[in-house]
């Protein structure tokens, strides 16, 4: 049901499949999935987990670039996950609520570092 998987970010809606399609555009993207993620200041934020098609250290930069050309700015993900598959669920599609599970531990772990940095 896509408004289920609407992420509603600082009042904005984003439907997934929009951000998806361009991440997918990007040479370096295999594969994409686009969930939202818990964000005190936004409510939501949308994030992206990747496979690349090749190992690139600077493969978030790129991506962002690429995003700012083709989207929206609220849409663009504030948080990328690289991972080596995109998980399944029991009807071998994108497992989102276990993708979501990773990116609320990311912008957790994320939020630490920043705090101790403060």
């Known amino acids: 049901d896509r408004r289920k998987e609407m992420i509603i970010t600082g009042g904005e809606n984003v ?20 969930v939202g993620y818990d964000s005190p200041k936004y409510g939501e934020s949308v994030s992206a ?34 991972l080596t598959h995109i998980p399944l669920n029991s009807t071998s599609k994108p497992d989102k609520l276990e993708i979501q599970k990773y990116m609320n531990d990311k912008a957790q772990k994320q939020d630490q570092s920043k705090d101790e940095l403060t």
């Open 15 to 34: 439907l997934p499949s929009e951000v998806e399609r361009v991440l997918s555009e990007h040479p370096l993207v295999a594969q994409g999935v686009v």
């Open 49 to 82: 987990a990747v496979v690349l098609t090749e190992d690139d250290p600077d493969f978030e930069q790129k991506l962002d670039a690429h995003m700012r050309e083709h989207i929206a700015g609220y849409k663009i993900p504030r948080l990328y996950l690289k």
